[in-house]
T-cell receptor, first 117, second 114 residues
């Protein structure tokens, strides 16, 4: 079975400061990892993904995430937070070695990011 | 143009009623999904259809019945609504079954059962 843990329900950061939203995962095989963002009253939007290759992946809006296999982590980062980054962030995992029945993503419970002006 | 649209946006109803939520995608995708987001924001897949055929049916009460008249539409009908059904329901689509990680979500339907 695959699972995702986002240990923080909420992250507060001052505008202009760097931000990190944490994610750890568990899969039996190799992971595909994703970050999605949900703005208030909106559906989730794809932010970035790790499939293979470079451990540091860059996504939309200046976000990046680092895949760390030994720590089974995929933390989301941004060097300088904006107030407009305030949203709910979801980490998700898919085990690429699973059969068709596991092709759907497993989402974490979400982390609310609040960027304070 | 909205890629994945669902209606209604808000739905308030009494326990025991039957209601439907509609979803349409204009992306030409083959695969569509229904997700439920509970009050704690936890997101869980309910159903997935690929080319109008049911692929995933997670542990969901049989009061929930998805229907896909064509691959651009996936509607969700709920019978005998219960208080615990209150949640936000998201429709989503992906290009095909194999690319099921790259999801496009609708804006959600907030269901409140009184």
């Amino acid at each position: 079975a695959q699972s995702v843990a986002q240990p923080e329900d909420q992250v507060n950061v001052a505008e202009g400061n760097p931000l990190t939203v944490k994610c750890t995962y568990s899969v039996s095989g190799n992971p595909y990892l994703f970050w999605y963002v949900q703005y208030p009253n909106r559906g989730l939007q794809f932010l970035l993904k790790y499939i293979t290759g470079d451990n540091l992946v860059k996504g939309s809006y200046g976000f990046e995430a680092e895949f760390n296999k030994s720590q089974t982590s995929f933390h989301l980062k941004k060097p300088s937070a904006l107030v407009s980054d305030s949203a709910l962030y979801f980490c998700a995992v898919r085990d690429i070695n699973s059969g068709a029945g596991s092709y759907q993503l497993t989402f974490g419970k979400g982390t609310k990011l609040s960027v304070i002006p | 143009d909205t890629a994945v649209s669902q209606t209604p946006k808000y739905l308030v109803t009494q326990m025991g009623n039957d209601k439907s939520i509609k979803c349409e995608q204009n992306l030409g995708h083959d695969t569509m999904y229904w997700y439920k987001q509970d009050s704690k924001k936890f997101l869980k897949i309910m159903f997935s259809y690929n080319n109008k055929e049911l692929i995933i049916n997670e542990t969901v009460p049989n009061r929930f019945s998805p229907k896909s008249p064509d691959k651009a539409h996936l509607n969700l009908h709920i019978n005998s609504l219960e208080l615990g059904d209150s949640a936000v329901y998201f429709c989503a689509s992906s290009q095909d079954w194999a690319s099921g990680s790259f999801l496009y979500f609708g804006a959600g339907t907030r269901l409140s059962v009184l």
